[in-house]
């Protein structure tokens, strides 16, 4: 069965940066796998912030980025703010109309 | 302005069965592929079914396959999610969302809470 895996947790400083990565338990994620990224808040429904990689979302500021580092998807927040504390998650396609979702990455920023 | 609601959950046993709707508003429903999510308490996100924007493909993660069924009614403007034989770790908030071009998840609605307990 598909594992995809993302670091429990991260802490950044205001204004720092951190990138949180996207890996399958068996292979190298690459484009084909077209991962998008999600912010959740606590109590919120998710957010979308990049799709197909490297697509920042409508309304997303630009600190957010995405990319394929290392044979794993990535995401990385440029100068991070308060309210970018929350959990982070991506999702791969994995073909035959099958998508799965990472396990989510909790960000503090402190 | 693109908006979603999702509705229909409540208190089940197991066993039992529940339908939840997602109705849209501010676009056709029948121009989009429509996925359900669910995130369990305290737990991350779980894909659990797509649709495609015709109703002519529909796929459901192995964890409900022969359990739910994703539907929609495109003259309704509406989604459903028909859960049968609810098992306690069924138990979650349920979010619909639209398909975008990247086969991202896009559009969100704000999620209904489904409790399965005896």
């Known amino acids: 069965q598909t594992v995809v895996t993302q670091e429990p947790s991260f802490s950044v400083s205001p204004g720092g940066t951190v990138t949180l990565t996207c890996a399958l338990t068996?292979?190298?994620?690459?484009?084909?796998?077209?991962p998008s990224w999600y912010q959740q808040a606590p109590g919120q429904a998710p957010r979308t912030l990049i799709y197909?990689?490297?697509t920042r979302s409508s309304g997303v500021p630009d600190r957010f980025s995405g990319s394929i580092l290392d044979n794993k998807a990535a995401l990385t927040i440029t100068g991070a703010q308060a309210d970018d504390e929350a959990d982070y998650y991506c999702?791969?396609?994995?073909?035959?109309?099958?998508?799965?979702f990472g396990g989510g990455t909790k960000v503090t920023v402190l | 302005q693109v908006h979603l609601v999702a509705s229909g959950g409540g208190v089940v046993q197991p066993g039992g069965s529940l339908r939840l709707s997602c109705a849209a508003s501010?676009?056709?429903?029948?121009?989009?592929?429509m996925h359900w999510v669910r995130q369990a308490p305290g737990k991350g996100l779980e894909w659990v079914a797509f649709?495609?924007?015709?109703?002519?493909?529909?796929w459901h993660a192995d964890s409900v396959k022969g359990r739910f069924t994703i539907s929609r009614d495109n003259s309704k403007n509406t989604l459903y999610l028909q859960m049968n034989n609810l098992r306690t770790e069924d138990t979650a908030e349920y979010y619909c969302?639209?398909?975008?071009?990247?086969?991202?998840?896009?559009?969100w609605g704000q999620g209904t809470l489904v409790t399965v307990s005896s």
């Open positions: 068996s292979g190298s994620v690459s484009t084909n796998y077209l």
């Open positions: 501010g676009f056709s429903l029948s121009t989009y592929g």
């Open positions: 999702l791969l396609y994995m073909g035959s109309g099958v998508w799965v």
């Open positions: 649709m495609r924007y015709d109703g002519s493909h529909k």
């Open positions: 197909s990689t490297n």
């Open positions: 969302a639209t398909m975008g071009s990247g086969q991202q998840l896009d559009y």
